[in-house]
């Protein structure tokens, strides 16, 4: 153990103990009254109770609690240095990297021997000098806790790992906003690995806002070069110290003020913005750095850049920002947009993220005729299978034409330059992201249907059709008046008749009837109650979608009207007078088809009929809803039967005919 004093949390404390978290409440509860009591804190930061690590380790060791038994060897790896401010964790971080470097243990070092060690491995101050400097007469006890921390961690690189864990937990720096999930960082990494694969071997790893270290450790791989920009920022500063822990070799970015540098030969750049270093960047900001990246860039050159959907793909910006965003489509070297779904950001899991893929514009096609590929994964979860789709419709649109043409694409369309600059919709408008039968070819879709039909005997026939309908967002379609939205009503619960009958008043409509339909008309309010108590009370009308985005989003449609819908679900109304081919059969099976936790429902895409195919299928669908209404009474009927005869015979008060004949007997 070392006279290091160090703090730990309850859930620093769980993790040392290898339990959840809450185990560790029931310890400290329990065993107050016995002759070994749990730790008390020492302290109390944000409301939240530290403890003496070395005590909670002694503590773990006598009582056996857990399921560590090196838990008082391992405490300093869950532990973090009394005043852990912002300077304790650059200093720390620094004699981390310094402890790499020398490859030796600190804590035999005086203060003066520390920092001449520090001069020696950084005479330029280009990434820890400064900061073990800074550390003054604490700088020998925390050499101590650093190698307590390394031995504890198995290595500098995990306990470097830890160190930014716990900042993050603790938002010592403010930037946590800006912490990619891992499906993010598989995403990009997998990404660039794939665009690599088309460059020469000598290519570089560029990251020119100098901090997107969390990036460049997940994509890093054997002896790949690192370039990244010479910023003396404290971000920039932790990054290289960072890349010098893992092994990583770097050469210096020469940015100049301007913000403009120059990159020769071979590279993908890298880039997530708002920056670590910068997180309150404008979307004009973030467009002009991006456009130095695009004005430095050789045609053997390619980048992925990250950032917020509002900046890179939807509408809404600024005059001067939609400039940027308009000059940097028509350089076309503005390969690929895709719009990714929430929780990409740990700090902010609605936030919508965008991806662009840059590389040389297509200089065998036309000004007029160039393109870019487009996709909307915003109802997709980035799973493994995704990814792995995803990054090959990404590299496909690197190719010739021929080689996009020959590509089959899962999640993209070919959008031409010309058609996203003159629009006013978001770039990815309107592109399917969810396989469904729409991508089969049509004459074998329509072969499937008859088949089908002819099975059911039902009164349909189909042929191809030679135009396809569009799509749109919801949000989309409330802006134009296609849609309406109503929200749900407030309800008294003491208003609420449960089991009601169809007599006892107006039917309810909550969440659990819209997950469930087939407890539509088990909820009910009395007409009059809800006339006096509910004077602004809104009703349904038929045809209305109601619709509720938990525990994950359902749809129904209410063919009656005159219900009330219960908040949180809500209504949404097709305009009839200007329905634009939309449907409200359609409208709830694309609701019913979002994943669970898609709870961004103004972004769900909703599919729309062509409007002379918009009363055809409307009555082909209710002639298929009165079928399958039969066959479920039939289905009832037959469980029925099922139930009374076996009941008769067993009873002995029935009796089958010997010689009646049933069907599918043998």
């Not at 869950?78 to 020398?102: I, K, M, S």
């Not at 035999?108 to 400097?133: Q, Y």
């Not at 290595?155 to 900042?167: I, K, V």
């Amino acid at each position: 153990m070392t006279d290091t004093a160090l703090l730990m949390t309850m859930s620093d404390i769980a993790g040392l103990a290898h339990v959840q978290r809450p185990v560790v409440s029931v310890w400290r509860s329990r065993s107050a009254a016995t002759n070994t009591p749990f730790p008390t804190p020492v302290s109390r930061q944000r409301g939240v109770d530290l403890f003496n690590a070395d005590q909670v380790g002694s503590w773990l060791s006598a009582t056996g609690r857990g399921n560590n038994r090196d838990a008082a060897a391992d405490a300093a790896a869950y532990a973090v240095p009394d005043a852990h401010d912002e300077q304790t964790f650059r200093g720390v971080t620094a004699l981390l990297a310094l402890r790499a470097a020398c490859d030796h243990a600190l804590s035999t070092l005086t203060e003066a021997e520390l920092v001449d060690l520090a001069d020696e491995h950084d005479p330029d101050d280009d990434l820890l000098l400064r900061e073990i400097e800074a550390l003054g007469d604490t700088l020998p006890t925390l050499a101590v806790y650093v190698d307590a921390l390394v031995e504890a961690a198995f290595g500098p690189a995990p306990a470097f790992e830890r160190m930014l864990t716990d900042r993050f937990k603790r938002n010592l720096a403010g930037e946590g906003d800006l912490t990619l999930s891992r499906a993010a960082l598989d995403l990009m990494a997998e990404t660039v690995a794939a665009l690599r694969l088309t460059q020469p071997a000598d290519s570089v790893l560029v990251d020119p806002t100098g901090s997107a270290s969390d990036l460049l450790i997940a994509i890093h791989q054997g002896e790949v070069p690192v370039m990244t920009a010479n910023i003396d920022s404290p971000t920039a500063r932790l990054q290289r110290r960072r890349l010098m822990v893992h092994g990583v070799v770097r050469t210096e970015l020469q940015v100049l003020p301007s913000g403009a540098f120059s990159v020769t030969g071979a590279a993908v750049h890298v880039a997530q913005y708002p920056s670590a270093a910068r997180p309150t960047m404008t979307p004009v900001q973030i467009l002009s750095d991006i456009e130095q990246i695009v004005l430095q860039m050789t045609d053997e050159q390619l980048a992925v850049v990250l950032a917020p959907s509002a900046v890179l793909s939807d509408t809404g910006l600024s005059r001067e920002a939609d400039e940027l965003r308009s000059s940097l489509l028509r350089s076309g070297r503005v390969r690929a947009v895709v719009r990714l779904p929430a929780g990409l950001l740990t700090g902010k899991p609605q936030q919508l993220q965008a991806l662009w893929v840059l590389g040389a514009a297509h200089a065998e096609v036309a000004l007029a005729d160039r393109y870019a590929m487009v996709a909307d994964l915003v109802a997709t979860p980035l799973g493994g299978a995704a990814i792995d789709d995803l990054v090959s419709d990404l590299a496909a649109s690197l190719g010739s034409q021929s080689t996009v043409r020959a590509h089959a694409f899962r999640f993209a369309r070919l959008v031409l330059t010309r058609s996203l600059l003159a629009s006013r919709r978001p770039l990815v408008a309107g592109v399917h992201t969810v396989p469904s039968a729409a991508d089969q070819p049509a004459a074998a879709l329509a072969v499937t249907i008859d088949r089908l039909a002819a099975l059911l005997d039902a009164d349909l026939a189909v042929e191809p059709a030679s135009d396809k309908p569009a799509s749109s967002t919801v949000h989309e379609l409330l802006t134009a008046g296609h849609l309406h939205y109503i929200p749900g009503n407030r309800i008294a619960a003491d208003d609420v008749i449960e089991g009601a009958t169809d007599a006892a008043g107006i039917r309810l409509i909550g969440p659990a009837e819209v997950a469930n339909p087939s407890q539509l008309g088990h909820r009910r309010i009395d007409r009059l109650r809800f006339a006096a108590a509910y004077s602004s009370g809104r009703v349904t009308e038929p045809g209305d979608v109601v619709f509720a985005t938990s525990p994950r989003p359902a749809a129904v449609v209410d063919t009656e009207g005159t219900s009330v819908v219960l908040f949180p679900a809500r209504i949404l109304r097709i305009e009839q007078a200007d329905p634009n081919g939309l449907l409200d059969a359609v409208l709830a099976a694309d609701i019913q088809s979002m994943p669970p936790g898609h709870r961004r429902w103004r972004s769900w895409p909703v599919r729309q009929v062509a409007l002379n195919q918009r009363a055809a299928l409307a009555d082909a669908l209710t002639s298929l809803r009165w079928e399958q209404k039969q066959a479920l009474d039939r289905l009832g009927q037959l469980d029925e039967l099922t139930d009374l005869l076996m009941a008769g015979v067993t009873a002995g008060t029935i009796t089958i005919a010997s010689d009646a004949l049933l069907k599918g007997t043998t």
